[in-house]
């Protein structure tokens, strides 16, 4: 009974979705408030509709209602709770109606927090909102219902796929979905903004927020993801430049980029057409992932099992949302009238080779990515496109970006003095040479790419230190005020330090790891010593046990560092015996300089077991690195600015009185 | 600056910098492009012994051995016309297993595939489509045959 409340639940969202578009476009292209006003109560009603039907699926994960197809394919009774929970975003359908949820909440903020919107302006978001929402219902309706019945149900359940039992992975889909959808909003923004034939810097001040919170989610669901790959899969890689985790760094690449570009619209009312698209370029780029993701087009690891029908389906949402957005573009973006004025070396102008990077940084992503798919269906060769590929052109990309990085926060807006910013930089030249001597003088032949790795992670550091010392004068005032000062600093300054040191600490960490790592791959019986650099692992004894839904074989290793003990690993394979499949939990012991990662294999008939061990350096750095990038992102969230009228020092007044969210 | 030619210079760095992105692109493709094989592609086709390829099929029933205890594998990949020697050194995949899809990274001297690297899949029923499209070559595809 509950599951057909869920389902119709999901049909009456559908036909509310179509209330929610129609209405309040024609309200807004007649002008008239009430039809406009039907717009709010339409998403509030529509997010509540949703909500039910995943409230009832969630329901029968956790009461493991085995009538229901969708759970009985993907949960097992004796699954822990988190992992049930879990469960009814870890399989496609249940994730589609996740999908729409965060789009429908999305919908329902924007009327909810959205009373000083223009009116016209509120409508149509919210309406194209519901328009994507709309053609998302229709695939999940179509095809990918969740709440099929079984007759008759079976006893028990098949289980989720091991691997995604883990809570890394319980969270990593739906932050990364709170950032693909997240950025849906920027699109209806973008797409009204169109509509309206104009763009000014307060609507830049609604938009930049929602992109930003996507932004953050999305930061936060990358790394857990590949923190996940690191620690779960057993290989010790964090990033494989495998299609799915590029199918959702695409839109991380071009939504930095549109975040940029949005302060430029919001601080100097220029660049308006360019952010536009680059909204819809990073909401594009989240359908393909969607896309990607779900058709299984692509050859990945990271695939599961897939129905190529239903990537049709997608693919069809994609085209015309790529086709009916750019052509609106094409049609409306000429007309918005060019804003403020500025010369190539100012804030503005550092923004923009920002901006340019990042997406010939997106571009080359995006081939390496859908080149193998473009030469099968041209000539049929089946070819895959490794990270040497991505080495080669894509950090070769981004390295103009990283000097920059240093030098545009430096720049004033309009107009600027390259040398006068170059000069402030000297203590971070200094640092960078100093950093990238010591890794020559340390490792005696050191191959260029560690030297370059931490030289340019040393010359972003400085630069954002020099940065914030500008903006506290240090050293020029007396000492205790630039303190008050820098305890004075609104969020958005912290933020954008944060995020940059981020940048900073994680090429650190990606530097170190693919430079250094030591790997020692050997049988070992109980009582066998292994040796790799400075460690010795002892193999004490391999245990079977059971677990809630598992066996497992569980060794001992006693570590030991410089000859004193260092740590005891477990590293564990289990077999959970549903799906009769094999996992390895890799055990890690982490420190500020480094990760000792060991992994055990299947045991031989003769009583040894492969014991693999790596030493990888820096690899904390990784996730702390991005860790702070997404404190910057929270950090600029909080910023009073953004949320109520900021004072405008522009000294044009903008068209309107600066409207702002006064909703909290 | 007027407008124009302000969007006219970043128009021309942004062309710029693509075309040194195309640049580093078709380089890198020249050297890093990995093609791949099917068993029958192998015996049909000269590959050179120095090109880093991927092949793939099905693990041949029973043709698994290991040796020093499972640190090195040797097993045969078939698409039921053609099959290829394997020998690989280190851990296979946790879904590694006799009569499922595999796709392997490595090196072909003409009669034995040195991988360095067998690709693990994260679902037992999975099927590469590589694989699945190799066997359909060979005729040996049955409908239905992939999991759902």
């Given at each position: 009974?509950?599951?057909?409340?869920?389902?119709?639940?999901?049909?009456?969202?559908?036909?509310?979705?179509?209330?929610?578009?129609?209405?309040?476009?024609?309200?807004?292209?007649?002008?008239?408030?009430?039809?406009?006003?039907?717009?709010?109560?339409?998403?509030?009603?529509?997010f509540l509709c949703i909500s039910i039907a995943f409230g009832a699926l969630m329901?029968?994960?956790?009461?493991?209602?085995?009538?229901?197809?969708?759970?009985?394919?993907?949960?097992?009774?004796?699954?822990?709770?988190?992992?049930?929970?879990?469960?009814?975003?870890?399989?496609?359908?249940?994730?589609?109606?996740?999908?729409?949820?965060?789009?429908?909440?999305?919908?329902?903020?924007?009327?909810?927090?959205?009373?000083?919107?223009?009116?016209?302006?509120?409508?149509?978001?919210?309406?194209?909102?519901?328009?994507?929402?709309?053609?998302?219902?229709?695939?999940?309706?179509?095809?990918?219902?969740?709440?099929?019945?079984?007759?008759?149900?079976?006893?028990?359940?098949?289980?989720?796929?091991?691997?995604?039992?883990?809570?890394?992975?319980?969270?990593?889909?739906?932050?990364?979905?709170?950032?693909?959808?997240?950025?849906?909003?920027?699109?209806?923004?973008?797409?009204?903004?169109?509509?309206?034939?104009?763009?000014?810097?307060?609507?830049?001040?609604?938009?930049?927020?929602?992109?930003?919170?996507?932004?953050?989610?999305?930061?936060?669901?990358?790394?857990?993801?590949?923190?996940?790959?690191?620690?779960?899969?057993?290989?010790?890689?964090?990033?494989?430049?495998?299609?799915?985790?590029?199918?959702?760094?695409?839109?991380?690449?071009?939504?930095?980029?549109?975040?940029?570009?949005?302060?430029?619209?919001?601080?100097?009312?220029?660049?308006?057409?360019?952010?536009?698209?680059?909204?819809?370029?990073?909401?594009?780029?989240?359908?393909?992932?969607?896309?990607?993701?779900?058709?299984?087009?692509?050859?990945?690891?990271?695939?599961?099992?897939?129905?190529?029908?239903?990537?049709?389906?997608?693919?069809?949402?994609?085209?015309?949302?790529?086709g009916g957005s750019l052509t609106l573009f094409a049609i409306r973006a000429p007309?918005?009238?060019?804003?403020?004025?500025?010369?190539?070396?100012?804030?503005?102008?550092?923004?923009?080779?920002?901006?340019?990077?990042?997406?010939?940084?997106?571009?080359?992503?995006?081939?390496?990515?859908?080149?193998?798919?473009?030469?099968?269906?041209?000539?049929?060769?089946?070819?895959?496109?490794?990270?040497?590929?991505?080495?080669?052109?894509?950090?070769?990309?981004?390295?103009?970006?990283?000097?920059?990085?240093?030098?545009?926060?430096?720049?004033?807006?309009?107009?600027?003095?390259?040398?006068?910013?170059?000069?402030?930089?000297?203590?971070?030249?200094?640092?960078?040479?100093?950093?990238?001597?010591?890794?020559?003088?340390?490792?005696?032949?050191?191959?260029?790419?560690?030297?370059?790795?931490?030289?340019f992670a040393a010359w972003v550091a400085g630069g954002v230190v020099t940065e914030?010392?500008?903006?506290?004068?240090?050293?020029?005032?007396?000492?205790?005020?630039?303190?008050?000062?820098?305890?004075?600093?609104?969020?958005?300054?912290?933020?954008?330090?944060?995020?940059?040191?981020?940048?900073?600490?994680?090429?650190?960490?990606?530097?170190?790891?693919?430079?250094?790592?030591?790997?020692?791959?050997?049988?070992?019986?109980?009582?066998?010593?292994?040796?790799?650099?400075?460690?010795?692992?002892?193999?004490?004894?391999?245990?079977?046990?059971?677990?809630?839904?598992?066996?497992?074989?569980?060794?001992?290793?006693?570590?030991?560092?410089?000859?004193?003990?260092?740590?005891?690993?477990?590293?564990?394979?289990?077999?959970?015996?549903?799906?009769?499949?094999?996992?390895?939990?890799?055990?890690?012991?982490?420190?500020?300089?480094?990760?000792?990662?060991?992994?055990?294999?299947?045991?031989?008939?003769?009583?040894?077991?492969?014991?693999?061990?790596?030493?990888?350096?820096?690899?904390?750095?990784?996730?702390?690195?991005?860790?702070?990038?997404?404190?910057?992102?929270?950090?600029?969230?909080?910023?009073?600015?953004?949320?109520?009228?900021?004072?405008?020092?522009?000294?044009?007044?903008?068209?309107?009185?600066?409207?702002?969210?006064?909703?909290? | 600056?007027?407008?124009?030619?302000?969007?006219?210079?970043?128009?021309?760095?942004?062309?710029?910098?693509?075309?040194?992105?195309?640049?580093?692109?078709?380089?890198?493709?020249?050297?890093?492009?990995?093609?791949?094989?099917?068993?029958?592609?192998?015996?049909?086709?000269?590959?050179?012994?120095?090109?880093?390829?991927?092949?793939?099929?099905?693990?041949?029933?029973?043709?698994?051995?290991?040796?020093?205890?499972?640190?090195?594998?040797?097993?045969?990949?078939?698409?039921?016309?053609?099959?290829?020697?394997?020998?690989?050194?280190?851990?296979?995949?946790?879904?590694?297993?006799?009569?499922?899809?595999?796709?392997?990274?490595?090196?072909?001297?003409?009669?034995?595939?040195?991988?360095?690297?067998?690709?693990?899949?994260?679902?037992?029923?999975?099927?590469?489509?590589?694989?699945?499209?190799?066997?359909?070559?060979?005729?040996?595809?049955?409908?239905?045959?992939?999991?759902?």
């Open positions: 009974m509950i599951a057909e409340i869920g389902h119709y639940a999901l049909v009456l969202a559908f036909f509310v979705a179509i209330a929610q578009v129609v209405v309040p476009m024609y309200g807004a292209a007649r002008r008239d408030a009430a039809l406009m006003g039907f717009a709010a109560p339409a998403a509030s009603a529509q329901r029968a994960y956790i009461t493991s209602d085995f009538s229901v197809a969708n759970v009985a394919q993907n949960s097992h009774s004796l699954k822990p709770l988190l992992y049930k929970i879990s469960g009814v975003w870890g399989n496609h359908e249940g994730s589609m109606v996740f999908w729409v949820l965060i789009l429908a909440l999305f919908g329902f903020a924007v009327a909810a927090f959205g009373r000083q919107l223009p009116d016209t302006l509120k409508a149509r978001v919210i309406s194209i909102q519901g328009l994507i929402g709309l053609a998302f219902l229709g695939f999940i309706l179509l095809t990918s219902n969740p709440f099929e019945r079984l007759d008759p149900a079976p006893l028990d359940g098949r289980d989720l796929n091991p691997l995604l039992q883990d809570p890394g992975l319980a969270f990593h889909p739906p932050m990364l979905y709170i950032g693909y959808v997240g950025f849906s909003l920027a699109f209806s923004f973008a797409m009204a903004a169109l509509i309206e034939g104009r763009v000014d810097p307060a609507w830049a001040r609604w938009v930049r927020p929602w992109t930003l919170a996507a932004w953050t989610f999305l930061t936060a669901g990358i790394t857990l993801g590949s923190w996940w790959a690191y620690y779960e899969l057993g290989w010790g890689g964090w990033w494989f430049w495998d299609p799915v985790e590029n199918a959702s760094f695409m839109p991380w690449l071009a939504g930095t980029a549109l975040l940029h570009s949005a302060i430029v619209v919001e601080k100097r009312d220029a660049l308006k057409a360019w952010t536009i698209l680059l909204a819809i370029i990073t909401f594009s780029l989240s359908l393909m992932g969607t896309f990607l993701v779900r058709s299984g087009i692509l050859t990945s690891v990271h695939a599961f099992a897939v129905d190529p029908e239903r990537g049709l389906f997608i693919l069809g949402i994609l085209i015309v949302a790529v007309a918005l009238k060019a804003g403020g004025l500025f010369v190539p070396v100012s804030r503005e102008g550092g923004l923009v080779l920002n901006n340019l990077i990042l997406s010939v940084a997106t571009v080359t992503v995006f081939i390496g990515t859908l080149y193998p798919l473009f030469l099968d269906a041209m000539t049929g060769d089946k070819v895959s496109v490794g990270a040497p590929f991505f080495n080669a052109t894509f950090v070769p990309v981004m390295i103009p970006l990283l000097v920059l990085l240093a030098i545009g926060p430096l720049l004033p807006w309009k107009r600027g003095n390259l040398r006068a910013a170059v000069e402030k930089l000297w203590v971070s030249a200094l640092f960078t040479v100093v950093v990238a001597g010591g890794i020559l003088v340390l490792e005696e032949g050191a191959p260029l790419a560690p030297v370059l790795g931490f030289g914030l010392a500008e903006r506290i004068r240090l050293f020029r005032i007396p000492l205790g005020d630039s303190i008050r000062r820098l305890f004075n600093l609104p969020g958005a300054a912290y933020g954008m330090s944060l995020a940059h040191i981020g940048m900073a600490v994680f090429i650190c960490g990606a530097t170190g790891e693919m430079n250094w790592t030591r790997e020692l791959v050997a049988t070992a019986r109980a009582g066998d010593t292994l040796t790799l650099g400075q460690y010795e692992l002892v193999l004490e004894k391999v245990e079977r046990s059971q677990g809630p839904n598992y066996f497992r074989d569980m060794a001992t290793l006693k570590v030991s560092k410089d000859g004193v003990p260092y740590a005891t690993l477990h590293p564990e394979r289990r077999l959970y015996p549903v799906q009769q499949m094999p996992t390895t939990e890799a055990a890690i012991r982490s420190s500020i300089s480094g990760d000792l990662y060991v992994a055990i294999g299947e045991g031989s008939d003769q009583g040894g077991y492969i014991v693999r061990v790596w030493v990888k350096p820096l690899v904390p750095w990784i996730w702390t690195g991005a860790m702070l990038m997404v404190l910057g992102g929270l950090f600029s969230l909080s910023d009073r600015r953004l949320r109520i009228g900021a004072p405008k020092r522009s000294k044009r007044p903008a068209a309107r009185p600066a409207v702002t969210e006064a909703g909290d | 600056m007027t407008p124009k030619r302000r969007r006219l210079s970043i128009v021309l760095i942004g062309l710029a910098m693509l075309g040194t992105a195309a640049a580093l692109v078709l380089t890198a493709f020249e050297d890093n492009l990995v093609f791949f094989f099917s068993p029958t592609d192998l015996a049909e086709k000269d590959v050179g012994a120095d090109r880093r390829i991927r092949i793939g099929g099905m693990v041949e029933d029973g043709s698994w051995k290991k040796y020093e205890e499972g640190l090195r594998s040797e097993f045969v990949v078939t698409d039921f016309q053609n099959a290829v020697k394997v020998v690989y050194r280190g851990s296979l995949p946790d879904l590694f297993r006799e009569g499922q899809g595999v796709v392997a990274e490595g090196k072909f001297n003409g009669t034995v595939f040195t991988a360095s690297e067998v690709l693990a899949k994260h679902d037992e029923n999975y099927m590469p489509r590589e694989v699945a499209d190799a066997l359909k070559k060979s005729g040996r595809w049955k409908e239905g045959e992939e999991a759902k």
